[in-house]
């Protein structure tokens, strides 16, 4: 028992100080980049940006700034709303699949496809869109800020290539 014990835990044990060495070396070389004069290029063409886009449309930079946050709001609203249907689908699938299958036990004369078949894969492919949906929905609904800033990255790499 103590040789397959030690078989076992050999290789997590080596593993992890391995592991430990290689996050060392990496973490010392991370804390040695100098990265402020990125940051600042980055601030520029953002702020370069953003006031492009707000003379382009003659408004104020924080007009800009709110309209494109509650666009990703409303759109995370949107996403949970279609996350709620995917759920009363998935219950409404549910319910007609197991009276299909109480049917089916009684030998009543019924299509097995249509009540045994094709309820359980349209459960799993709500699920799957209902899960995308609120994932995305959380994002967009709790920290739409995040995307604006995103779109004006995106904005920033599209048009100003160097």
Do not use: W
Request: proline share 3%.
């Amino acid at each position: 028992m103590k040789k397959l014990l030690f078989l076992l835990l050999f290789p997590v044990i080596s593993f992890a100080g391995i592991t430990d060495s290689i996050g060392t070396k990496v973490s010392n070389a991370i804390t040695k980049v100098d990265t402020s004069s990125t940051t600042k290029m980055i601030y520029n063409d953002v702020k370069d940006a953003v006031k492009s886009i707000a003379s382009g449309l003659k408004t104020s930079v924080e007009h800009v700034m709110t309209v494109v946050a509650k666009k990703y709001f409303i759109q995370g609203i949107i996403d949970l709303v279609t996350c709620l249907l995917c759920i009363i689908g998935i219950i409404i699938l549910y319910r007609i699949a197991s009276k299909s299958l109480v049917a089916f036990q009684k030998d009543e004369e019924m299509l097995p496809f249509v009540g045994l078949i094709v309820p359980p894969i349209g459960i799993v492919v709500l699920a799957c869109i209902g899960y995308s949906n609120l994932q995305e929905g959380l994002l967009y609904t709790l920290n739409p800020e995040y995307y604006v800033i995103e779109d004006i990255f995106n904005f920033i790499k599209d048009n100003y290539k160097r």
